[in-house]
C-alpha cells in the first residue's frame, strides 16, 4: 500500500473524530508552543544582556569601596596616578549621592548625582546631544556645571533647550552645559539617563563628601584586562593591608555569569515544556490502543482479503505520526505568535524567534507520534484474522 493511500486514510480517521483527535494533540501543542515561546524569551534576554554589555564597555573594570572602616579613604589624586600604568587607558573615579532633591524653577524631582571627571562619559559609552561634557578645567576650578540625562532634561525643560540654564542641587546653584543622549540602563543597573554629572571637587566640596567609594578602569585592550585587575588588587591589598573592605568588578566576568544564569534557567524552563511533549506522546498511545480497539474487526477484514502485517503497521503509525505532526504545526504556529505577542504583554522583555528551534521542535513532535504509535501500531499488526474477525 502507498504511503499517500495510508495518508488518506488518516486522513480520513481524523476527521471522522474531530474532538478526540484535538485532546490527543493538546499535549503536544502546549509543549512546542512553550518551548519556542521559551527559548526566543531566552535568547531576547541574552540579547538585551549582551546590548547591556555592549553599552557597559568590554575592557572595563569597576572598584567599589565598601564598609566603614579604613578600605574608604581614596582620593582623587591617589586613584589618578594609576593611569600612568602600563595597561591601563583612562580611569574615571566617581562620588554617588542617590535621591538628591533638584530644582528648576518650580518643579522638584529627586535624581541620582554622580561626581566625576571628563573620561567618565567615554567610559561608560555615552553621547552627548547638545553642549558638552565635563572639561579638567571644571575640576582644577571646581566649576558649578553640570551635565544632565535625557530623562532630567525632559522632566524640566520638555521640548526647549536646557543649555545655560540654572538648576539648584542640593542646595546650590549649577549651570547646565551639557545633555547627554538617551542610552537606558548597563548591566550595573544604573542609567546616565536619569543621572545628573558634575565635577567631582565640586561635588566633594558642596556634599562634604571626602573619599571616594568607586572608579572606573578602562584597560588599554581585551588583553590587559588580566593583568590591570591584578595590580589593582596588588594595590588595594598593599594600600589597606587587607584583602576585604574591597572590590573588583570585571565585566566581561559579570556579562557571563548573568548569560550563564539566564541559560540555565532558560533550559530547565524548556526541560519542564519538553515534558508536556512526552505527556502527550502518552495520550497519542493510549488514543491509539482505543483506537485498534475499536477497529479490530476491520483489521480482521483486511488481514482476511490479503492485507500484510506491514500494511497494518503502517497504518497505524501513520494515523498516530499524523496526530502528533498535526499538533506540533499548530504548536508552531502558536509559538510563534506568543513570541511575536509577547513583548506587547510585557514590554520589557525581548523576544527573539529562532527557526532552526522552531523545527527541531516540530520534528521531535513528529518523533513523539512514531516513538508512542509504534507499540499500538505493532499490537494491530500482530492480530489474527480469525481473532479479530469473532471479536464484537
Same mark, same amino acid.
Given at each position: 500500500?502507498?504511503?499517500?493511500?495510508?495518508?488518506?486514510?488518516?486522513?480520513?480517521?481524523?476527521?471522522?473524530?474531530?474532538?478526540?483527535?484535538?485532546?490527543?494533540?493538546?499535549?503536544?501543542?502546549?509543549?512546542?508552543?512553550?518551548?519556542?515561546?521559551?527559548?526566543?524569551?531566552?535568547?531576547?534576554?541574552?540579547?538585551?544582556?549582551?546590548?547591556?554589555?555592549?553599552?557597559?564597555?568590554?575592557?572595563?573594570?569597576?572598584?567599589?569601596?565598601?564598609?566603614?572602616?579604613?578600605?574608604?579613604?581614596?582620593?582623587?589624586?591617589?586613584?589618578?596616578?594609576?593611569?600612568?600604568?602600563?595597561?591601563?587607558?583612562?580611569?574615571?573615579?566617581?562620588?554617588?549621592?542617590?535621591?538628591?532633591?533638584?530644582?528648576?524653577?518650580?518643579?522638584?524631582?529627586?535624581?541620582?548625582?554622580?561626581?566625576?571627571?571628563?573620561?567618565?562619559?567615554?567610559?561608560?559609552?555615552?553621547?552627548?546631544?547638545?553642549?558638552?561634557?565635563?572639561?579638567?578645567?571644571?575640576?582644577?576650578?571646581?566649576?558649578?556645571?553640570?551635565?544632565?540625562?535625557?530623562?532630567?532634561?525632559?522632566?524640566?525643560?520638555?521640548?526647549?533647550?536646557?543649555?545655560?540654564?540654572?538648576?539648584?542641587?542640593?542646595?546650590?546653584?549649577?549651570?547646565?552645559?551639557?545633555?547627554?543622549?538617551?542610552?537606558?540602563?548597563?548591566?550595573?543597573?544604573?542609567?546616565?539617563?536619569?543621572?545628573?554629572?558634575?565635577?567631582?571637587?565640586?561635588?566633594?566640596?558642596?556634599?562634604?563628601?571626602?573619599?571616594?567609594?568607586?572608579?572606573?578602569?578602562?584597560?588599554?585592550?581585551?588583553?590587559?584586562?588580566?593583568?590591570?585587575?591584578?595590580?589593582?588588587?596588588?594595590?588595594?591589598?598593599?594600600?589597606?593591608?587587607?584583602?576585604?573592605?574591597?572590590?573588583?568588578?570585571?565585566?566581561?566576568?559579570?556579562?557571563?555569569?548573568?548569560?550563564?544564569?539566564?541559560?540555565? *534557567?532558560?533550559?530547565? $524552563? %524548556?526541560?519542564?515544556?519538553? +515534558? @508536556?511533549?512526552?505527556? &502527550?506522546? =502518552? !495520550?497519542?498511545?493510549?488514543?491509539?490502543?482505543?483506537?485498534?480497539?475499536?477497529?479490530?474487526?476491520?483489521?480482521?477484514?483486511?488481514?482476511?482479503?490479503?492485507?500484510?502485517?506491514?500494511?497494518? *503497521?503502517?497504518?497505524? $503509525? %501513520?494515523?498516530?505520526?499524523? +496526530? @502528533?505532526?498535526?499538533? &506540533?504545526? =499548530? !504548536?508552531?504556529?502558536?509559538?510563534?505568535?506568543?513570541?511575536?505577542?509577547?513583548?506587547?504583554?510585557?514590554?520589557?522583555?525581548?523576544?527573539?524567534?529562532?527557526?532552526?528551534?522552531?523545527?527541531?521542535?516540530?520534528?521531535?513532535?513528529?518523533?513523539?507520534?512514531? +516513538?508512542?504509535?509504534?507499540?499500538?501500531?505493532?499490537?494491530?499488526?500482530?492480530?489474527?484474522?480469525?481473532?479479530?474477525?469473532?471479536?464484537?
Amino acid at each position: 500500500m502507498r504511503i499517500w493511500e495510508l495518508f488518506q486514510m488518516a486522513m480520513a480517521t481524523v476527521r471522522s473524530n474531530p474532538l478526540r483527535t484535538i485532546l490527543t494533540m493538546l499535549g503536544v501543542i502546549i509543549g512546542v508552543s512553550s518551548v519556542i515561546t521559551l527559548v526566543s524569551i531566552g535568547q531576547g534576554t541574552s540579547k538585551s544582556i549582551e546590548k547591556q554589555y555592549e553599552g557597559l564597555g568590554a575592557n572595563l573594570l569597576t572598584v567599589n569601596l565598601m564598609g566603614n572602616g579604613r578600605a574608604t579613604q581614596l582620593n582623587y589624586d591617589e586613584v589618578m596616578q594609576l593611569e600612568s600604568t602600563p595597561g591601563i587607558s583612562a580611569i574615571a573615579p566617581t562620588m554617588t549621592r542617590g535621591s538628591t532633591s533638584i530644582k528648576y524653577d518650580r518643579t522638584t524631582e529627586t535624581y541620582s548625582v554622580i561626581g566625576t571627571n571628563d573620561r567618565y562619559l567615554d567610559l561608560q559609552k555615552g553621547k552627548i546631544a547638545s553642549g558638552r561634557f565635563l572639561a579638567q578645567a571644571d575640576l582644577d576650578y571646581r566649576n558649578h556645571v553640570v551635565v544632565i540625562g535625557s530623562d532630567v532634561a525632559n522632566s524640566f525643560f520638555g521640548t526647549e533647550d536646557p543649555i545655560d540654564e540654572e538648576i539648584n542641587v542640593n542646595g546650590f546653584v549649577y549651570t547646565i552645559i551639557g545633555v547627554l543622549q538617551t542610552k537606558g540602563s548597563n548591566t550595573a543597573g544604573t542609567s546616565l539617563d536619569s543621572a545628573v554629572i558634575v565635577p567631582l571637587p565640586t561635588m566633594s566640596r558642596d556634599f562634604k563628601l571626602g573619599s571616594i567609594r568607586s572608579a572606573y578602569v578602562e584597560a588599554a585592550s581585551g588583553n590587559d584586562v588580566s593583568r590591570v585587575q591584578t595590580i589593582l588588587q596588588m594595590y588595594l591589598t598593599n594600600k589597606f593591608k587587607s584583602t576585604s573592605g574591597w572590590n573588583i568588578f570585571n565585566s566581561s566576568e559579570l556579562i557571563s555569569a548573568r548569560q550563564t544564569a539566564s541559560s540555565t *534557567l532558560t533550559n530547565q $524552563l %524548556v526541560a519542564v515544556a519538553a +515534558i @508536556s511533549l512526552l505527556v &502527550g506522546g =502518552i !495520550g497519542i498511545m493510549n488514543i491509539m490502543l482505543v483506537t485498534v480497539s475499536e477497529r479490530t474487526r476491520e483489521i480482521g477484514i483486511r488481514k482476511s482479503i490479503g492485507a500484510k502485517r506491514r500494511n497494518i *503497521l503502517l497504518q497505524f $503509525l %501513520v494515523e498516530a505520526t499524523l +496526530i @502528533s505532526g498535526m499538533g &506540533g504545526l =499548530i !504548536g508552531l504556529i502558536l509559538g510563534v505568535a506568543l513570541s511575536l505577542a509577547w513583548p506587547y504583554i510585557n514590554p520589557s522583555q525581548e523576544t527573539s524567534l529562532s527557526l532552526s528551534v522552531g523545527l527541531y521542535a516540530f520534528l521531535f513532535s513528529a518523533l513523539v507520534g512514531v +516513538i508512542f504509535g509504534l507499540y499500538p501500531a505493532n499490537k494491530a499488526s500482530k492480530l489474527k484474522p480469525i481473532d479479530a474477525l469473532r471479536f464484537d
